[in-house]
Nanobody, 128 residues
């Protein structure tokens, strides 16, 4: 059974940094597309960053140059390093995985992009 568990959320001031982690289990980690998504109440879910099974990476325009996604295939952990955080980054952040045969890099441009598996989320709050 696929299980994704996020950690690393918290409260920081604008300009600060956080690193989110997602521990994955129950599937062949390296062959899946993995990504980070975020959502605030009343808004559509947004793809923040994804890393495809071939290593291709895509970021939302709003985080390019400040966020970095990476994964440790040996430990089955996905990371999201978030720097120069802005108050508008406040959201629940979710880790997700997809078995799809097609590229998932569109996840950072298509709202509410569907993925096969989701974690429960970790809350990130940025104060001004």
């Amino acid at each position: 059974q696929v299980h994704l568990e996020e950690s690393g959320g918290g409260s920081v001031q604008a300009g600060g940094s956080l690193r989110l982690s997602c521990a994955a289990s129950g599937y062949t980690y390296s062959s899946y597309c993995m990504g980070w998504f975020r959502q605030t109440p009343g808004k559509e879910r947004e793809g923040v960053a994804v890393i495809d099974s071939d290593g291709s990476i895509s970021y939302a325009d709003s985080v390019k140059g400040r966020f970095a996604i990476s994964k440790d295939n040996a430990k089955n952990i996905l990371y999201l390093q978030m720097n120069s955080l802005k108050p508008e980054a406040t959201a629940m952040y979710f880790c997700a995985a997809d078995r799809g045969l097609l590229s998932c890099t569109a996840a950072t441009t298509v709202p509410n992009y569907g993925m096969d598996y989701w974690g429960k989320g970790t809350l990130v709050t940025i104060s001004s």
